[in-house]
Structures are given as structure tokens and as C-alpha cells.
């Protein structure tokens, strides 16, 4: 058996070698991947770690999820018997003022559950550069919010609409309508919870499973975001939106300088409304960006001074990602619900915004015309 350097045999060792001898010459980046993809060959051949071990999952790789823990089972099942209270109001809405969003879950390689977000591009007239669950509106009255919710991830990041056009190991459960939220713009948005199962042999992602390995998943469910729309797919744990401060990293992770969370109180149609802003680590995982065309008609990367608007927009402390809003409020919703646990910061105690949109609806926000994109 070949004998490794202490580097590789000890990753915390290789992890520390690199951020004392950081490399500031743009010739070294090749030699780096290269050294990287020499040490993944050695790693798989001898069943070691690398460096990507410490990598977050990625929604759309099978092999780095694993089954679903107890805590994150339970959640789950709470999630299916989630009933929301009636509301008759939706079926009265017209279709420009009807919304959905896909709180996509999925198992990472500990077993607990991730939440897919997306970042809205600069170049939106509306809520652009925002932190955003895959979603947008209605295209007619006949829509459900699970198949709005489904078209828009389609649209944007290219998940499958048809369930039957997911490559194994991959299936997506419906698990229930959360209650519903006024954006500013006066949509009314469902946000429709499901989950990403990668089934496996032995039961790994959730029961059933393929014989053959899942592999990473280039044509099918890689993310392919439409550079019009959406900047960049990254992820969060859900369980962290209850809490005031980072969960503990993992062995071999180092959380970025800053703030998990800040918040503050506003008047929203005069009810007191928290503004949740959350700054989500992203340092410690893959994020996903779009290819956009170039004058030359190739597919290159975003010219320089957008994607450096882009990337000040997104990252208010270097690092992280905000997400806040109404986004941040449809997450410490779904996670209250999941978990049967209350947040440790100022809330509201009620899910969604039920009073808050019939109150819109007194006052005619949803005859009002105007066709907002989301």
C-alpha cells in the first residue's frame, strides 16, 4: 500500500498547511487543481477523506447526502402533517397577484436537512440582488402553488417540472403548504415545501434505491440558472433560521468573520412585522453561477464590473449571503413548523401573513393593476 504524505493521511493538517501558505500567484492556481485532483485519485483508491469532505452537501449530488437522521426524520414527518388554515381568500386572487415558492429540502452527508436559495440577479426590476426561494408567479388562475413552485425552479435553476424526468437516484415528495405571505409588492406567495430524496441501497436517502452508485448528476439536475433571473444556487441548514447565532461548524470547517443573524421591527399595514436577516456561510461550499453569452456569442462567464456588483450586493459581509425579508420570514416559518421548536430571537408569533393580507384585500391591493416580476 502506498505511503501518504501527512498532508493528505490528516486533512484538519492539509487544511491548515494551505491558509498558512496561501498562494497570491494566478500560475499556481493549475497546479493546485492538479494536486487537488491527484490527491481525490489516491483518496477514492485508499477510501480516505480530502478536502472536499468538509465541502456542504450539494443538492444535486447524490454522493454527498446521506439518510436522514432521527431529528431531521422527525422534522420531516412533521412537515407531512402540516395542515395550514383555510384560506378562501386565494382562490379570489387574479393570477398576477398570485405567487409560489419551492422550500426545497435534502439530506446532507450528517443526515440533517438543507434548504435550496437562490440569489436574484442585480439586473431584476424588483427585489433584485435578493436572497430568493426558487418560485415566481401564476401564469393562470388554474395553477396550483405546488405547480407554480415547480415551473419557476424549472425556469430558473432547471429542476425537472416532471417528476419522471429526475435521473436516479433523485425523487421529489410534496410535503405540505406553508401559510401564505404578502410580499411588498402585493403578491400573495405560498411557499410549498418538498423534499429531495436521493434513495439508495440500504435505504440511504429515504427507502426504495438503485443498484448502480449515484453519481454526480451533470445533464439532468445540475443547476442551470437563467442568467436573466437568478445568480447564483447555494444552500443553508434549515434548523440554523431558530437560532441567533451559527450552529457549531463541522470538524475541518471555519465559519467567515460576522453576524449570523440581526433583526429589527417594522410597521407593516400598522402590524408590527420582524425583519429577519440572516448571513448564511457560503465559504464553505460550492456556489453555483450562471454562464451568460458573450459579444462574441460564446458561452463565458459575466462581465467583470456586473459580476463585481453582483458580488457586493450579495455578500454584505465577505463570506456570506443575506437573506432576509420575507424569504427569512417563509424559512423561520418552515422551521418552526418542522422542528416544534420556537426561535430564540423576536418573531411574530403568527405563521405567515393571513391578517396582514386581508387587510390588503380591504383595502384593494389585488384589483390594482400592474404586472410585478418576481
Known sequence: MPTLASPLANPDARLHHHRRHPSNNDSDSDDQEHEREREREIADLLGL??????????????????????????????????????????????ARKRAAVLVLLYADRWGDLRVVITMRAASLRSFSGHAALPGGKADGVD??????????AFEEIGLPMDDARLPKPFR?????????????????????????HADRPGGGGGGGGD??????????????????????????P???????????????????PGPWYEGAWVSWKDAPWRVHKFFVPVNNQRVVRPRRASARGN???AP???????????????????????TARMLVDAARIAYAEEPEMEHNE????????????EEGAFNEAGEAKM
Open 49 to 94: 477523506p480530502t478536502r472536499d469532505s468538509f465541502q456542504e452537501s450539494l443538492y444535486y449530488d447524490a454522493s454527498t447526502m446521506a439518510g436522514l437522521n432521527p431529528v431531521s426524520l422527525a422534522a420531516l414527518n412533521r412537515l407531512r402533517a402540516y395542515k395550514p388554515p383555510p384560506f378562501p381568500l386565494w382562490d379570489t386572487l387574479p
Open 143 to 152: 395553477e396550483t402553488p405546488y405547480q407554480i413552485a415547480r415551473r419557476e
Open 172 to 196: 421529489i415528495e410534496p410535503l405540505c403548504l406553508l401559510p401564505p405571505s404578502l410580499a411588498r409588492n402585493h403578491l400573495v406567495v405560498r411557499p410549498c415545501a418538498a423534499f429531495l
Open 211 to 236: 443498484d448502480s452508485p449515484s453519481p454526480l448528476v451533470e445533464e439532468s439536475l445540475m443547476p442551470r440558472l437563467d442568467a436573466r433571473e437568478v445568480a447564483a444556487v447555494f444552500s443553508a
Open 238 to 256: 434549515l434548523y440554523n433560521f431558530l437560532r441567533a447565532e451559527d450552529l457549531p461548524p463541522r470538524p475541518g470547517v471555519e465559519l467567515p
Open 299 to 301: 458561452l463565458g462567464e
Open 304 to 326: 467583470e464590473e456586473e459580476q463585481e456588483q453582483q458580488e457586493q450586493q450579495e455578500e454584505e459581509h465577505e463570506g456570506r449571503f443575506k437573506v432576509w425579508g420575507l
Open 350 to 361: 403568527a405563521y405567515g401573513d393571513y391578517d396582514i393580507i386581508l387587510r390588503a384585500g
